[in-house]
């Protein structure tokens, strides 16, 4: 709680309030946080996914870039 002279105009709903919004912005911060993790980790294994597939289903010269026709 707040002392002194601000304590006359803290009341307990607004003290309620308060913590109440800090509590759910903490709570949407977090679910960003989870979100972006497993993302990020939903990417990680699709590229994993696909190295593993084309590597072992193609030959390594065909995975090189080919040059366009206009950069020669």
């Known amino acids: 709680m707040v002392s002194g ?3 006359l105009h803290v009341t307990p ?3 309620f309030r308060r913590l109440l919004g800090r509590l759910l912005t903490e709570y949407v ?3 960003l946080k989870l979100a ?3 993302f990020f980790a939903a990417g990680s294994f699709a590229r994993y996914l696909l190295m593993l597939f084309t590597f072992y289903d193609y ?3 065909r995975l090189k870039k ?3 026709f206009s950069e020669t």
Do not use: N, P
Request: aromatic share 0%.
């Open 5 to 7: 002279e601000r304590a």
């Open 13 to 15: 709903v607004r003290e």
């Open 29 to 31: 911060l977090l679910l």
């Open 36 to 38: 972006e993790i497993s």
């Open 59 to 61: 030959d390594i010269s």
């Open 66 to 68: 080919k040059r366009h």
